[in-house]
């Protein structure tokens, strides 16, 4: 299975803690807004759970084909 990007639109999020509660592996808090620990990961749905809770849909989640697995439209 191919790995997925994460990436965070810092613009956008207003640093609710949310993804790094829920995910604390895939994202941290910086100088109060989200960062991705990493830009590719093995596949886990923490990190589409996280990003499915994101109240400002900052965080976007796609699959090894660039096809957006999160959040959903």
């Known amino acids: 299975m191919s790995k997925w990007q994460v990436q965070v639109d810092r613009e956008a999020c207003i640093g609710t803690g949310m993804c790094a ?3 604390a592996a ?3 808090l910086e ?3 989200s960062t991705a620990a990493q830009d590719f990961i093995e ?3 923490l ?3 996280a990003a499915e809770s994101c109240p400002m849909e900052a965080i976007l989640v ?3 084909d660039g096809v957006v697995i999160a959040p959903e439209v």
Request: avoid cysteine; aromatic fraction near 12%; proline fraction near 6%.
């Open 21 to 23: 509660a829920s995910a």
């Open 43 to 45: 596949p886990d749905e």
């Open 31 to 33: 100088n109060g807004k």
């Open 26 to 28: 895939y994202f941290t």
């Open 47 to 49: 990190v589409v759970d």
């Open 62 to 64: 796609r699959d090894g």
